[in-house]
């Protein structure tokens, strides 16, 4: 079942150049998507399209067969439960203000679910390895890794079919890096997952799909096993090349 196409699409800045150019791109429920590239490919710019935070210049995005209107508060509001996202930096993405209980509870009170908000957090927090007393406390209290964690718990608070990961462990030492991986590769059983990352070989640990974007275009997608073995673009087997092999992928 296709969760979220792109037909065609292409978007500019006011008066300026394309920075996604024709972008045609099907996510697939309970195939992980990577998508690839360096900084300036257009990477965040198709993430913020993905998640219904800009509009495209041209060509269409849709939403289960439906084309994603960002004006239909209904359509929108069942959009918003379905698709969350993780974001890069884990010191920046948690408000230091809030308790943990009310940070994973967001969105859960701002899209209006009726379920036992306590309960939900509770369980959130526990299918991430954290314990429960982390409710009570605040995000300058926990390390690097554990933030993530809380960030990836307000993301699936809601139980949504898709997550979108924002170089999501660019930020965290090698060790937690490795325990974030095998999070969420635990997650992904459950939720199909978009991870956004110069990192190729990361993204391979966790998708089975990938993407490759070079200057706002898509010079080379398929099976992530064939992309690896066999690289048909010249800027593939750089990323390739530039990167650590790793001993593991999906």
């Given at each position: ?6 037909a065609?699409?292409?978007y ?18 309970g195939?992980?998507?990577?998508i ?7 990477k ?5 399209l ?10 269409q995005?849709?939403f ?32 230091p ?18 379920t ?8 959130a ?10 409710a009570?406390?605040?995000p ?22 898709l997550?979108?990961?924002d ?6 030492d ?13 997650l992904?059983e ?12 990361f ?28 690289p048909?673009?010249?800027?593939t ?7 650590p092999?790793?001993?593991?992928f999906?």
């Amino acid at each position: 079942m296709s969760l979220i196409d792109l037909a065609a699409v292409s978007y500019a800045y006011a008066r300026g150049r394309n920075v996604l150019d024709g972008i045609d791109l099907r996510i697939e429920a309970g195939r992980n998507l990577g998508i690839v590239g360096e900084s300036g490919s257009g990477k965040t710019t198709i993430l913020r399209l993905l998640l219904g935070l800009a509009q495209p210049t041209s060509g269409q995005i849709s939403f289960r067969d439906e084309p994603l209107d960002l004006r239909n508060r209904r359509f929108m509001r069942g959009f918003r439960r379905s698709v969350q996202a993780v974001f890069q930096d884990p010191y920046s993405s948690l408000d230091p203000r809030q308790k943990v209980a009310d940070i994973v509870a967001e969105p859960l009170r701002s899209l209006k679910v009726d379920t036992d908000i306590e309960g939900a957090v509770a369980r959130a927090l526990a299918s991430v390895d954290l314990p429960l007393d982390t409710a009570s406390r605040y995000p300058h209290e926990f390390s690097g890794g554990q933030r993530q964690r809380i960030a990836i718990a307000r993301a699936i608070v809601s139980q949504p079919e898709l997550v979108l990961a924002d170089e999501v462990v660019s930020a965290l030492d090698l060790t937690t890096r490795i325990r974030i991986v095998d999070l969420l590769k635990t997650l992904s059983e459950n939720t199909t997952l978009v991870l956004v990352s110069h990192d190729i070989g990361f993204v391979t640990l966790l998708c089975q799909d990938l993407i490759i974007l070079e200057r706002g275009r898509i010079v080379e997608q398929g099976p992530a096993r064939d992309i690896l073995s066999a690289p048909k673009h010249p800027y593939t087997r750089r990323l390739l090349d530039s990167t650590p092999r790793l001993p593991d992928f999906a």
